[in-house]
């Protein structure tokens, strides 16, 4: 009798731990949809010996070093696959779209390629030994920036503020990068996904925004020096959000943008908060909490659709007239465009955008 007793308290034992964990697998989807309910990711443009990371600006180098065509030296190695690294930043930086019609590597009938790997400045952002068992070697990652008084963009803004026609990199002075003081100002969201699928938007340094009448309200001619070295001309990213969550939910483009690494418009506990979820480093806001409580009624977010795309690379954005008419007024108030705040969206690719390189430049690429 006892052995039964204790046989049936271990099966009334039994069966309430297995309906526990039948009830915590059917509240696990639920619970882990509430986790992450956003995502946002850098919109990536990948190639064979690099990536260029069109949200942050960056752009980053592959370079591999064999000891085996290196006197079995591994330092040597290592060194070799850096400088590799370096030319990879070159070739990738060559290829990158200026505008609708041009590249780095169409400037200047090539000359551009010779003086940019004197320019570009870049650092090591990865080294790995890899041992595969039959050909070791290291394979290093250097990255630059196309942001900041150093970066890409730098290099060509009086190019292309003033002068039509390519002569050299310029040697004006510019002043030390300094923070922007429009925290508590709005930012525009473009929508570019909704486009055909022979009509995706391809990012570019210095695409155009345009109206549907053909009239031009963003380029880089118009903007602010200090906001164009400090965040380009644009931003892309990806997601999946559905647009009425984007026009509705002020908190989903704050998750974005603290993913981006950009924090205002928020008190500053809040955004610390956001970062550490995700995170990111914190930029604390220069306005303050009464200051944004003043702003209440004016949205922190402009969500704007993109009609098309134009251009014979396809990196200009058409939006209605009545949005260009918005958006022109907006400026004159909050100077929205004339500091760059301007962020688009697209479709997420699968793997990410597969580049290419230019044809004379891929025929040098290689490792050593």
Same mark, same amino acid.
């Given at each position: 009798?006892? $052995?039964? &007793?204790?046989?049936? !308290?271990? %099966?009334?034992? @039994?069966?309430?731990? /297995?309906?526990?964990?039948?009830?915590?697998?059917?509240?696990?989807?639920?619970?882990?949809?509430?986790?992450?309910?956003?995502?946002?990711?850098?919109?990536?443009?990948?190639?064979?010996?690099?990536?260029?990371?069109?949200?942050?600006?960056?752009?980053?180098?592959?370079?591999?070093?064999?000891?085996?065509?290196?006197?079995?030296?591994?330092?040597?190695?290592?060194?070799?696959?850096?400088?590799?690294?370096?030319?990879?930043?070159?070739?990738?930086?060559?290829?990158?779209?200026?505008?609708?019609?041009?590249?780095?590597?169409?400037?200047?009938?090539?000359?551009?390629?010779?003086?940019?790997?004197?320019?570009?400045?870049?650092?090591?952002?990865?080294?790995?030994?890899?041992?595969?068992?039959?050909?070791?070697?290291?394979?290093?990652?250097?990255?630059? $920036?196309? &942001?900041?008084?150093? !970066?890409? %963009?730098?290099? @060509?803004?009086?190019? /292309?503020?003033?002068?039509?026609?390519?002569?050299?990199?310029?040697?004006?002075?510019?002043?030390?990068?300094?923070?922007?003081?429009?925290?508590?100002?709005?930012?525009?969201?473009?929508?570019?996904?909704?486009?055909?699928?022979?009509?995706?938007?391809?990012?570019?340094?210095?695409?155009?925004?345009?109206?549907?009448?053909?009239?031009?309200?963003?380029?880089?001619?118009?903007?602010?020096?200090?906001?164009?070295?400090?965040?380009?001309?644009?931003?892309?990213?990806?997601?999946?959000?559905?647009?009425?969550?984007?026009?509705?939910?002020?908190?989903?483009?704050?998750?974005?943008?603290?993913?981006?690494?950009?924090?205002?418009?928020?008190?500053?506990?809040?955004?610390?908060?956001?970062?550490?979820?995700?995170?990111?480093?914190?930029?604390?806001?220069? $306005?303050?909490?009464?200051?944004?409580?003043?702003?209440?009624?004016?949205?922190?977010?402009?969500?704007?659709?993109?009609?098309?795309?134009?251009?014979?690379?396809?990196?200009?954005?058409?939006?209605?007239?009545?949005?260009?008419?918005?958006?022109?007024?907006?400026?004159?108030?909050?100077?929205?465009?004339?500091?760059?705040?301007?962020?688009?969206?697209?479709?997420?690719?699968?793997?990410?955008?597969?580049?290419?390189?230019?044809?004379?430049?891929?025929?040098?690429?290689?490792?050593?």
């Amino acid at each position: 009798m006892r $052995s039964a &007793k204790i046989s049936h !308290g271990s %099966t009334s034992r @039994l069966v309430k731990v /297995l309906a526990l964990v039948l009830l915590c697998m059917f509240c696990l989807p639920g619970i882990s949809a509430s986790v992450d309910e956003i995502s946002f990711e850098s919109f990536i443009e990948k190639h064979g010996n690099g990536w260029i990371d069109w949200d942050k600006g960056l752009i980053y180098g592959i370079g591999r070093g064999y000891p085996s065509k290196n006197r079995n030296n591994r330092p040597l190695s290592r060194g070799v696959a850096g400088v590799l690294a370096s030319g990879s930043i070159v070739k990738l930086a060559a290829g990158i779209h200026l505008d609708d019609a041009r590249t780095l590597e169409t400037l200047g009938s090539g000359r551009v390629t010779i003086h940019l790997e004197a320019f570009l400045k870049d650092k090591q952002h990865k080294s790995t030994f890899v041992d595969d068992g039959r050909d070791p070697y290291y394979e290093v990652i250097h990255v630059a $920036s196309m &942001k900041g008084v150093g !970066g890409l %963009t730098a290099k @060509l803004l009086d190019h /292309l503020s003033t002068d039509p026609s390519w002569r050299d990199f310029p040697v004006r002075p510019l002043k030390p990068r300094a923070e922007l003081d429009d925290n508590d100002q709005p930012w525009l969201v473009l929508d570019a996904r909704g486009l055909a699928n022979n009509e995706q938007v391809q990012p570019a340094m210095f695409p155009k925004i345009t109206s549907e009448t053909g009239e031009i309200i963003y380029e880089v001619q118009k903007v602010e020096e200090a906001a164009l070295l400090n965040r380009g001309l644009m931003r892309y990213v990806v997601s999946d959000e559905p647009l009425s969550t984007l026009r509705s939910d002020h908190r989903a483009i704050d998750r974005l943008l603290a993913k981006a690494g950009i924090i205002f418009g928020v008190d500053e506990a809040r955004a610390a908060t956001v970062a550490r979820s995700l995170q990111v480093p914190v930029f604390p806001a220069k $306005s303050s909490v009464s200051k944004n409580r003043k702003r209440k009624k004016r949205e922190r977010y402009i969500v704007t659709d993109v009609k098309s795309v134009q251009g014979l690379a396809k990196t200009n954005l058409v939006v209605s007239a009545q949005d260009a008419m918005n958006l022109k007024d907006e400026d004159a108030s909050s100077k929205i465009l004339q500091k760059c705040r301007v962020l688009v969206i697209v479709s997420s690719p699968i793997g990410g955008i597969e580049g290419t390189l230019p044809t004379q430049l891929a025929m040098n690429s290689g490792a050593m």
